[in-house]
């Protein structure tokens, strides 16, 4: 029975905290679209992290105040953001020179469905009339050194994300090094998904339930 | 004496020719040139191939020019948004070819073609359907497809400021594609926010250099496309 006065699993903004906690200081970093967006917002005291946002702007500052937008200084989602002192505006090809060249440290995705391989699955359901849009994902899990991704345990219709094998069209193969839900912290690694961190009131069973792929927990030292 | 300011939007786009392939600038409308797309509306050229980021929103600029059925196919990376209702209603209805392209292959693609560079490996992509049917070959233990150049016989691209010698600054994130646009294409032309005295653009900061460029227009108030698709407002109005 579920008991509804018990809240489980973190919101949104908890989530983008936990991401905020693993990227350490002087990374420079791409954020997605959408939740991946919120982890800027987070970034703990006595770190400095640089945002790149792929159409071109090093040193993404916070969203402006209510009315201070300018239509040509936007984010990849096309988002009103401001420029902090110091940042630097280029074109595309230099843009893609950071990602494809792998000199951003960590990239923040969204996900529809994640392998227990790391395979993503981030840009169509493959559905016939969707519309094909794949923006800079695959460049992004091509040439980033380490790809964070960020989402619910669960679609809106309660199947799981993480799962054996991503039936959705691949954004890349083996690309995902850690998986950051409202339920747990998930690593990838070469002998499969590692529970690292869940989230309140959740238990290792109730995980296993909501997760279409085996999931290890990492062997407690003793004390 | 070299001058390649322009007076009037008709000029500008005069000799675009049906079946042509153009480089249309922007980041949704960061960058876009609706002055000049509108005028490409006007002008009514046919059977174009745009390549262009995006696929435009509401009924203006972009979203216009595909709408008024002058466009036959588009090579982007992200052909939906918010307000993108044209493009995906031609798409399924079989009237628009789309040839989808990440991101960064789209930008390397079209600075390779701007370079004379026909042909170059990328990591992008590999495992996926977009890479299907393309050649590919490993390098260093770890596997590239091929993908190729792209020129255009015009690009469409919107600068901050420019001097008659098509010298080009650009604001913030409105410089996304532009300047490698304005290399790839044979006849790059620019809409100005302002067009300066020669010399008075320092060398030093000169982000597009006038080479690249063969016409420029001043238009010192660009329409706002995101208003003009809150206002529900369509083009040719």
Redesign the interface.
Same mark, same amino acid.
């Given at each position: 029975m579920v008991n509804n006065d018990i809240k489980i699993g973190w919101s949104r903004a908890e989530m983008a905290q936990k991401v905020a906690l693993d990227i350490p200081d002087g990374s420079y970093v791409n954020l997605g679209i959408g939740i991946p967006e919120l982890v800027a917002d987070f970034v703990p005291e006595g770190r400095e992290l640089i945002y790149q946002?792929?159409?071109? +702007?090093l040193g993404m500052g916070p969203v402006p105040e209510e009315g201070k937008g300018?239509?040509? +200084?936007?984010n990849a989602g096309?988002k009103y953001i401001t420029?902090i002192p110091g940042a630097a505006?280029?074109?595309?090809?230099d843009?893609?020179t950071m990602?494809?060249g792998g000199h951003i440290d960590i990239c923040v995705l969204g996900a529809m469905q994640v392998s227990k391989d790391g395979d993503l699955a981030n840009w169509s359901t493959g559905a016939k009339?969707a519309?094909?849009?794949?923006?800079?994902?695959?460049? +992004?899990v091509?040439?980033v050194k380490r790809i964070f991704v960020i989402t619910q345990h669960v679609t809106k219709y309660g199947d799981p994300k993480i799962v054996d094998e991503c039936t959705f069209? +691949?954004?890349?193969?083996q690309v995902v090094e850690c998986i950051y839900t409202n339920l747990a912290i998930i690593d990838v690694k070469k002998d499969g998904l590692f529970v690292r961190e869940m989230a309140p009131n959740v238990s290792f069973e109730y995980l296993m339930v909501k997760t279409g792929a085996k999931l290890n927990q990492y062997i407690k030292a003793k004390v | 004496m070299i001058n390649k300011q322009i007076n009037s939007l008709s000029e500008a786009v005069a000799d675009i020719f049906d079946g042509a392939t153009i480089m249309i600038g922007g980041?949704?409308?960061?960058?876009s040139p609706i002055e000049l797309i509108h005028s490409l509306i006007d002008h009514g050229a046919k059977s174009l191939t745009i390549v262009s980021n995006n696929t435009g929103s509401g009924h203006v600029g972009l979203a216009a020019l595909i709408e008024n059925r002058q466009v036959a196919k588009t090579i982007c990376?992200?052909?939906?948004?918010?307000n993108s209702k044209v493009?995906?209603e031609l798409?399924?209805a079989g009237k628009i070819e789309?040839e989808?392209?990440?991101?960064?292959?789209?930008?390397?693609r079209?600075?390779a073609g701007g370079a004379g560079i026909p042909a170059f490996y990328?990591?992008?992509?590999?495992?996926?359907?977009?890479a299907e049917g393309k050649e590919s070959q490993i390098f260093n233990g770890q596997e590239y497809v091929l993908e190729y150049g792209i020129k255009a016989d015009f690009a469409l691209v919107k600068a901050e400021k420019a001097d008659r010698y098509g010298n080009l600054l650009?604001?913030?994130?409105?410089?996304?594609?532009?300047?490698?646009m304005c290399t790839a294409s044979k006849i790059a032309i620019v809409q100005a926010k302002k067009i300066v005295g020669a010399g008075q653009i320092d060398p030093e900061t000169v982000?597009t250099p006038g080479i690249f460029v063969q016409k420029v227009i001043e238009i010192r108030n660009p329409a706002?496309?995101?208003k003009l698709v809150e206002e529900e407002l369509s083009y040719p109005w």
């Open positions: 946002t792929e159409n071109g +702007l300018d239509r040509e +200084l936007v096309k420029a505006y280029f074109h595309h090809a843009s893609f990602i494809r009339n519309i094909p849009a794949v923006g800079g994902a695959m460049d +992004l091509a040439g069209p +691949l954004t890349g193969k | 980041f949704g409308e960061a960058g990376s992200f052909p939906r948004t918010a493009f995906p798409y399924n789309l989808l392209v990440p991101q960064g292959t789209l930008a390397e079209i600075r990328t990591s992008a992509s590999v495992n996926t359907p977009l650009y604001h913030a994130t409105a410089r996304n594609f532009g300047p490698i982000v706002d496309e995101s």
